[in-house]
């Protein structure tokens, strides 16, 4: 079965050319000018669009129990709401619940398989270390389990211990599995926290005033010692602070493998937000942080110190007690609320898989400050590459996954809850005025987003089994 996508612009991360693009079944089989087929079973003319490859988001939370509640968006409706903003590969995360890696990867599978609509990805937490964990590392990589998370905060939740980082760090490094690292300091934090509360401290701007940007930039610090040390690859999770891209700077310019990526929240919120009345539904960790901040990271990822904006997707209800319909059925997870008089209750984390690419699009594209390669190349072909998917993922070449976008950059948009797919109740942009937005996507060449409408299906996605880590970005 063959589809020519016509009279489009092709975007990659290196070039812009107007040519002709050829699917056949779940691949690209051409790319180039004036091509034909005589039983092509669709043309679709994208006379005005451009062609892109579609978006890589290596960072969401689908399904993720916390604080006695669940990230409100499973492996369905999270992949779903990815399509529709024009994501087509998501990675998520592997909880270690127990010491059996590759048990607790076949679990997450088990659901996830046939719940995904688009292609997807692991990584393995290790929270927890031991002889046998060690053993298990080296054998995620006949899984397709290229990458592992590691933290220096949540203690006695999922943080380890600076000589277990490294020697998860060595481990990695040894057998071509990239480490992630959530940046934060751990003791501080706790410290902190208990402080607040005892000050009766509880409104969700201390979430923020209790995990302070220090910490992170320190904690960048440690983890590119760790990695020198450990002669080995290291990527920090969701960069929030000025600081931290310093650090990124400093370590790459000194030969450190060290690698990073932001989310747009960083771009585009500060902890006043967290002062507002509904100031909940911005609680994430680590926490938003100051304008200059903003700046700082908008410089490393035009200077390529922050190689991938991902989302870090973890959304929760704003109200979980008042249902939604979706997909015409009403839902109610329940979510911010919890945390109503304590803020140490509130489940962290934000919705953001779908909005990425329409408001990246817009502020970036549209505003003259990057070009729609280094778009691409930072939502797309570098975390593909970074994460052992390219050239299958995050490029446009003959034989890669047909997961494609014809975007349209004129189309306008006052983005929402309304326009967004997320299985939650409020959104970050909301009343955002955005030009340029997804029209058409197709996931590995069948059409699941055209024009608002929906067709993709639960089970259509596969897991993608990841190369080992080839190198830096
Ligand atoms: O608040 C967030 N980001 N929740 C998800 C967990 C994490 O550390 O990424
Ligand atoms: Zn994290
Ligand atoms: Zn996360």
């Not at 063959?2 to 290196?14: F, R, S």
């Not at 594209?365 to 990057?370: L, P, W």
């Not at 970050?428 to 699941?448: D, H, I």
Request: proline share 5%.
């Amino acid at each position: 079965m063959q589809t020519l996508i016509k009279n489009g612009v092709l975007a990659t991360a290196t070039k812009t050319e107007e040519a002709d693009l050829l699917i056949e079944d779940d691949k690209i089989i051409s790319v180039g000018q004036g091509l034909t087929v005589e039983d092509a079973v669709e043309v679709i003319d994208a006379r005005g669009l451009y062609v892109l490859p579609g978006g890589v988001d290596v960072h969401v939370h689908l399904d993720l129990p916390m604080f006695n509640t669940v990230s409100s968006d499973d492996h369905y409706t999270g992949t779903k709401a990815a399509a529709c903003g024009g994501t087509t590969t998501v990675i998520d995360f592997v909880s270690q619940e127990t010491d059996d890696l590759l048990g607790c990867v076949a679990k997450l599978r088990q659901k996830a398989d046939a719940r995904v609509a688009v292609d997807y990805g692991l990584h393995m937490n290790i929270t927890h270390l031991n002889p046998r964990v060690e053993e298990q590392i080296p054998l995620l990589v006949k899984e397709g389990v290229t990458s592992l998370k590691v933290f220096t905060a949540y203690n006695g939740r999922l943080r380890l211990q600076d000589h277990e980082i490294f020697r998860v760090l060595r481990i990695a490094g040894e057998h071509g599995l990239l480490t992630m690292l959530h940046a934060e300091n751990g003791d501080l934090i706790e410290l902190l926290v208990q402080e607040a509360c005892l000050n009766d401290r509880k409104s969700p701007v201390w979430h923020a005033r209790t995990r302070p940007a220090w910490g992170a930039v320190e904690a960048v610090m440690r983890g590119a010692a760790l990695a020198a040390v450990a002669q080995a690859p290291l990527y920090i999770v969701h960069i929030n602070t000025s600081g931290e891209v310093d650090m990124l700077r400093y370590a790459r310019d000194h030969g450190v493998q060290l690698m990073g990526e932001t989310c747009p929240q960083y771009l585009f919120f500060t902890e006043d937000d967290l002062a507002r009345p509904d100031g909940a539904g911005w609680v994430c960790s680590p926490p938003l942080r100051t304008a200059a901040d903003q700046q700082r990271i908008w410089k490393g990822l035009k200077e390529k110190t922050v190689q991938v904006i991902s989302t870090d997707h973890c959304p929760f209800f704003l109200n979980g007690t008042k249902p939604i319909l979706y997909e015409g059925k009403e839902v109610a997870i329940p979510g911010k609320e919890l945390g109503r008089d304590d803020f140490t209750m509130i489940p962290n984390g934000l919705p953001g898989v779908g909005d990425r690419l329409p408001v990246l699009w817009t502020k970036m594209v549209g505003s003259g400050e990057f070009s729609i390669n280094e778009f691409v190349a930072l939502t797309s072909t570098n975390p593909a590459r970074i994460f052992g998917m390219y050239p299958r993922k995050g490029s446009l070449s003959p034989g890669a996954d047909a997961d494609i976008v014809l975007w349209d950059p004129r189309l306008e948009v006052v983005y929402g809850v309304a326009h967004a797919q997320q299985r939650t109740d409020y959104n970050l942009y909301e009343g955002w005025k955005l030009t340029g937005y997804p029209l058409r996507v197709l996931s590995r060449g069948r059409t699941v987003y055209c024009d608002g409408t929906w067709s993709g299906k639960p089970g259509n996605g596969k897991f993608i089994h990841r190369a080992a880590f080839t190198g830096m970005v």
